[in-house]
């Protein structure tokens, strides 16, 4: 059962619009959510993060809403760039024994046309 | 800055085959994990380790192993290769597990075939 879903597969945007992806989440535990952002033959690299006991963070262009009562964040980019194209991840953490083990969604293409 | 190498990039087993992927980091983290990336099932970890000489099983573990010897290496072990291990197998690391806005540095991937 997917506790962190991200329920578009792809989001085509022109350059200079605003991108905006969506996560859920089931699990009422989490309190870390995180994205990450993936190039091809690349591995995963960190974008931004936000406690549950916030409801948005901003770093630049990057900005992330999360809704705590719907279960739902969203990521925000603004102005969208070409080199912005990329495979998204929301990921989720709940501490426990670590807050190293992440709970992905199932990632999200962007691709920002020039 | 090495950070987080993944050997090898690439690989095609047979089936019932056993092999390594080798996993190490040059930053001292203390905390290092595996995952494998599936289209449509996003990233599903593996195994996890928090430090040298203690590992445990993430949500996927069945026909792997892990074990921690030193901080630097975390080796994933495939006992017998089947065609559902077909994946891309992602090694991370994390300088302090305790803190949950700490940042996972994830190595290229391996691409894992097994026909």
């Known amino acids: 059962d997917q506790q962190v879903k991200q329920n578009s597969p792809s989001l085509s945007v022109q350059e200079g619009r605003i991108s905006i992806l969506n996560c859920d989440y089931t699990?009422?535990?989490?309190?870390?959510f995180l994205w990450y952002k993936k190039y091809p033959a690349e591995g995963p690299t960190f974008l931004i993060s936000i406690s549950s006991i916030k409801d948005k963070n901003e770093d630049g262009r990057f900005t992330v809403f999360l809704n705590k009562s719907a279960k739902h964040l969203s990521l925000h980019i603004v102005p969208s760039q070409p080199g912005d194209s990329a495979v998204y991840f929301c990921a989720a953490n709940d501490g426990g024994t670590s807050y190293g083990k992440l709970t992905f969604g199932q990632g999200t293409i962007l691709t920002v046309h020039p | 800055n090495a950070g987080v190498t993944q050997t090898p990039k690439f690989q095609v087993l047979k089936t019932g085959q056993s092999m390594t992927l080798q996993c190490a980091q040059d930053?001292?983290?203390?905390?290092m994990s595996w995952y494998r990336q599936d289209p449509g099932m996003g990233l599903r970890l593996i195994h996890y380790s928090v430090g040298a000489g203690i590992t445990d099983q993430g949500e996927v573990p069945n026909g792997y192993n892990v074990s921690r010897s030193t901080t630097e290496d975390f080796p994933l072990r495939l006992l017998s290769a089947a065609p559902s291990q077909t994946s891309v197998y992602f090694c991370a690391s994390i300088l302090n597990h305790q803190n949950p806005s700490t940042e996972a540095f994830f190595g290229q991937g391996t691409r894992l075939t097994v026909v």
């Open positions: 930053m001292n983290h203390e905390y």
């Open positions: 699990n009422s535990m989490f309190d870390y």
